[in-house]
């Protein structure tokens, strides 16, 4: 296969309540104002680059948000955002600490799930490198149908009420939200494939495949799997695999139809007249993607999703998800409402219904996941040691071990440096560097450029900013 860049952005919902009463203790701004606290003081900025290559910043609409380093090994894409996750943890428990001693008892609770409780919706962004080319709107069309579908094998599964007053489940929490296919704008009209051209690299060679579509996951099976089916169409694409075909009558009325259809059995009109199943443009999207995969260089992690994904597929259209249950998020959290339901005898729309759906997407140390993987009611992939590596180290195989390196050496030498994806830049020196090849992970420029922090190391200053 050939090797990609890839990177994952996660919005998380943010609340503080009190521990005595459960009520909310403050607003969403004052609790993610918390949540910086530590990291405003020591860097003048709740928008950092880590030593671990990724991004922590606090996104419009009091969000927290992390975006993980670039990164081209999928194992090191499922650490690093299991590692932005527990670096949040963290900064949620040292603000509950630092509230407690303030005379207030309240647990600061972060929700990777897609929306608050007024309707908005945060989201999950995928960012792809492409090699740049003259057909990118050709290709962000024909892959429209793939990206609506492919919520029957990673959606995240939400409970939504209609406008008929019940409260229903659907497979993906971000499908009803989508408003266009294909589009250059993000928030005014948010599209399932975002074409802003913004390569985060050199523009003559590389283009940013920006996917708005996907839900946040929690199983690691689903995300590791979300990632690694669009990498192989991506593959298959650039090989010459056409899509065109599958094109949608109605992306839009489809990708609603499908989130509501728990039976797998709703026909979506073709451009070309035919009617498909979600399942079987699934079945014929992997068939060609796989066609093109050179099975001699998948390794052991692409083979098992490659696996789940026929699984997801085939469990979808039967109706029985058994045999996901544990991997894929839709089928894990309809698992657990309906064993709740059973047990207690309350409705689906049930006020401790949606407190355990927020428990199975807080990341914080209240959250329930860890604790159904530990139970083996989740599947986990990667490994503790994984993860702590992946707070503190940038992956070893991309720019970002480069970016790391320089941040890391600024700290502890104490010295101002400006970082962007692309730049860094020491303050004071006029010294700045273009990382402009996502691939590359060794430059000369930033040998010295770390030689000269370290040599001034006792001009003092305090944190990393942003360019």
């Keep these: 296969m050939q090797r990609r860049i890839f990177g994952i952005e996660t919005e998380y919902g943010i609340t503080c309540s009190d521990r005595a009463t459960g009520r909310p203790a403050m607003e969403a701004e004052a609790a993610a104002r918390e949540l910086f606290a530590s990291a405003l003081r020591q860097s003048r900025s709740t928008n950092l680059f ?36 527990q670096i949040l943890a963290d900064m949620a428990q040292e603000g509950d600490q630092r509230l407690l001693a303030a005379g207030t008892d309240a647990s600061i609770h972060l929700f990777g799930n897609n929306q608050d409780y007024e309707g908005n919706s945060y989201g999950c962004h995928e960012n792809y490198m492409l090699r740049r080319s003259r057909d990118f709107r050709d290709v962000a069309d024909s892959l429209v149908a793939f990206f609506v ?170 109706g029985d998800w058994s045999s996901i249950d544990t991997e894929i998020d839709y089928a894990i959290k309809k698992k657990l409402i309906d064993g709740y339901i059973a047990r207690s005898g309350v409705p689906l729309s049930d006020s401790r219904i949606t407190r355990l759906i927020l428990a199975y997407h807080d990341i914080t140390g209240a959250g329930l996941a860890p604790k159904m993987e530990q139970s083996g009611l989740v599947r986990r992939l990667t490994s503790n040691e994984q993860v702590i590596t992946a707070m503190e180290s940038a992956p070893a195989t991309t720019r970002a071990s480069l970016r790391g390196g320089v941040i890391r050496a600024a700290q502890d030498a104490r010295r101002d440096l400006g970082v962007d994806w692309v730049n860094l830049r020491l303050d004071g020196r006029g010294l700045q560097i273009a990382l402009q090849d996502p691939f590359a992970t060794e430059d000369s420029r930033v040998d010295e450029l770390i030689s000269i922090i370290m040599d001034r190391k006792q001009e003092s200053s305090s944190g990393v900013s942003l360019v």
């Design 149 to 318: 579908t492919r919520q029957i094998v990673v959606g995240a599964g939400d409970l939504r009420r209609g406008e008929d007053g019940e409260v229903r489940y659907l497979i993906s929490s971000r499908a009803d939200r989508m408003q266009d296919a294909v589009s250059a704008a993000t928030t005014r009209s948010r599209p399932i494939i975002n074409t802003r051209d913004e390569p985060l690299g050199d523009a003559s060679s590389y283009r940013r495949l920006h996917v708005i579509v996907g839900d946040t996951n929690v199983a690691e099976p689903t995300t590791a799997l979300k990632v690694a089916s669009a990498d192989l169409v991506l593959g298959a694409v650039e090989q010459g695999v056409n899509l065109s075909d599958l094109e949608l009558e109605n992306p839009m009325t489809s990708i609603r139809e499908i989130a509501a259809d728990l039976d797998g059995q709703a026909l979506l009109e073709l451009k070309d007249g035919r009617r498909m199943t979600a399942a079987q443009i699934q079945t014929e999207i992997l068939e060609r993607a796989l066609s093109k995969a050179d099975e001699v260089s998948l390794n052991d992690l692409y083979r098992y999703l490659i696996d789940l994904w026929q699984r997801a597929t085939h469990a979808y259209a039967s």
């Design 50 to 85: 880590l030593p671990n290559g990724g991004r922590l910043y606090l996104d419009v609409g009091a969000h927290p948000e992390y975006a993980t380093a670039e990164c081209d090994q999928l194992w090191d894409l499922l650490a690093q955002i299991r590692a932005g996750a």
